[in-house]
């Protein structure tokens, strides 16, 4: 039963990372397609982890994967938060497209 849950979240994580990457390529500015990205992305990663922890063979393996998604999360809120500052400055200088 722990496997079919595995595989389900991992499976649906990739889904969210897929509809990340679609949003990416498609939404028509640099704000959508940072929300996109960010917010799916990151549950998709999180999906991804729960179904790995499930596999963990010990309580350190999924503390480590916890740290890896809470790193990754940090990491993607910063860029996407200096990505988009740097934008909405182009933005009022006319240069932003």
Aim: glycine share 8%; proline share 1%.
């Amino acid at each position: 039963m722990i496997n079919v849950a595995s595989i389900a979240l991992i499976l649906v994580g990739a889904l969210f990372f897929l509809a990340g990457t679609l949003g990416l390529l498609r939404l028509p500015d640099v704000f959508s397609r940072l929300h996109a990205l960010t917010k799916a992305d990151n549950l998709g990663l999180g999906l991804v982890v729960v179904g790995l922890a499930l596999q963990a063979s010990d309580v350190l393996q999924a503390i480590k994967l916890l740290l890896v998604w809470i790193v990754a999360m940090l990491a993607a809120a910063t860029a996407a938060q200096l990505v988009a500052q740097h934008a909405h400055g182009d933005e009022r200088q006319g240069d932003w497209e």
